[in-house]
């Protein structure tokens, strides 16, 4: 059989960004269906972000267990069961008249998410590209999910102009299990890993990352990229919404249909996922010749900035999408920079839980984002302390990626 593993665009490689593109798009638009379903049924901001937030969570628990599952049944089967839940999360969803359904049936959405999203996902990119192209493929597939981002937010909000939320639900329960035609592409003849990382049992590269400083470190690091983005993505649209100033009536705004803020809010949220699109991919081409934790402590530096700079001055359409431009470069640049550095310290024969345990303070990190972002806003009537939370966080994060070893365990101990 040909190796493919010294191309960069594979079929592995179209495959991945299909899936996750599809998987991102709809879990990027619930923030657009905060306030439809608040309305409906008289609720606090505190009900809906709760479940979001829960959904964030279960695809942080969902993330090791579905890589750990690939690693053991195989990738097909993991995305096919990921699949399934998903649609079946968003079905029942359809249906929920309660909070505690609405937060019970999103950890079904979660866990969905996590079969079909990064965690499985980038561990078969990685294995399938060579040591070269491998920091440029995990950038170009986390810039699919961002393209999803791109694609998810506005289509919500065109069908909810013509449809109730449970309807678009069902459409995206469809949609999700649609993907499945993809998988006869997830295949590849590259070795899955050296011999020694084959040789290697999961119990044994989990107690060695365990007892190893810095992977304590990047799994630290990453809980404010997940709190950051969890907060923007769940609220961004009701936060624009309320606080933004009305949209000048001679504003080129207007002439690309976005004539409200709540149109405004879901066009940010897609404006995120197209600068993340070069972002990514940024990220990807430059974690191949430059120090990966330097870049992400550059990154998390950026957003730091941007963040004050925005809460600070007073919000326009002008601001909101100069922050939309700078947040959104900065998204998901975290991503194939953290992923690619936990294979090139511990190797790729278990990548997927590794990085999966890594992701796991990530979404737990965006569960606090999500729900304190509802909770004080009830309490407070204002997002101001949350967005200060986040910016605090993303200085930790900048400063405790700087101490990790970026070298692997294998030369590590050959020294």
């Given amino acids: 059989m040909t190796d493919n593993s010294s191309k960069l665009f594979t079929p592995v490689l179209l495959a991945g960004c299909l899936i996750l593109m599809a998987g991102f798009a709809i ?113 170009i597939a986390t810039a699919a999910g961002s393209v999803g981002q791109i694609i998810g937010p506005p289509v919500a909000d065109y069908l909810l102009k ?3 939320w449970s309807q678009v639900f ?6 999700i299990m649609a993907v499945l035609v993809f998988l006869p592409l997830m295949r590849s003849d590259a070795p899955v890993a050296s011999k020694a990382e084959l040789e290697e049992s999961l119990s044994g590269i989990l107690k060695k990352a365990f007892y190893d400083p810095s992977y304590s470190m990047i799994f630290l690091g990453f809980f404010s990229c997940g709190f950051q983005l969890g907060f923007v993505t769940a609220h961004f649209p009701a936060f624009i919404t309320e606080v933004c ?22 066009f940010a949220i897609a404006l995120i996922g197209l600068a993340n699109v070069a972002g990514t991919i940024a990220a990807g081409a430059l974690g191949k010749n430059y120090t990966k934790k330097y870049l992400l ?33 900065l998204w998901l640049a975290t991503v194939p920079l ?21 992701f796991f303070s990530h979404q737990l990190g965006s569960f606090l984002g999500v729900y304190l972002g509802g ?41």
């Fill in 162 to 164: 013509s449809m109730n």
């Fill in 27 to 139: 879990r990027a638009s619930f923030g657009v269906f905060q306030i439809p379903i608040a309305e409906e049924f008289g609720w606090l901001r505190t009900e809906f972000s709760l479940a979001i937030a829960i959904q964030n969570l279960a695809w942080g628990v969902g993330q090791p267990i579905f890589g750990a599952f690939a690693e053991k049944f195989g990738e097909k089967l993991a995305i096919i069961l990921g699949a399934i839940v998903y649609a079946l999360g968003l079905v029942l969803s359809s249906f929920a008249v309660s909070p505690l359904e609405h937060q019970f049936y999103e950890i079904l959405v979660g866990f969905g998410v996590a079969g079909t999203g990064f965690g499985v996902i980038l561990a078969v990119v990685g294995r399938a590209a060579s040591d070269e192209n491998r920091s440029m493929a995990l950038g």
């Fill in 375 to 415: 909770t004080l806003y009830d309490q407070f009537g204002s997002y101001d302390i949350v967005w200060w939370v986040g910016i605090a966080v993303g200085v930790f994060s900048a400063v405790i990626h700087l101490p990790v070893k970026e070298q692997s365990l294998a030369e590590r101990q050959a020294i």
């Fill in 245 to 266: 100033s009305a949209i000048p009536a001679d504003s080129v705004l207007n002439g690309i249909g976005i004539s409200s803020t709540s149109a405004l809010g879901a």
């Fill in 297 to 329: 402590s550059l990154i998390y530096v950026g957003r730091t900035v941007a963040s004050i700079l925005f809460i600070m001055l007073p919000m326009t359409p002008t601001t909101v999408i100069l922050f939309s431009l700078v947040m959104g470069s």
């Fill in 170 to 175: 069902l459409i995206f329960a469809v949609a």
């Fill in 338 to 358: 953290t992923s690619g550095l936990v294979a090139h310290i511990y190797g790729l024969r278990y990548m997927g839980t590794l990085y999966g345990i890594v």
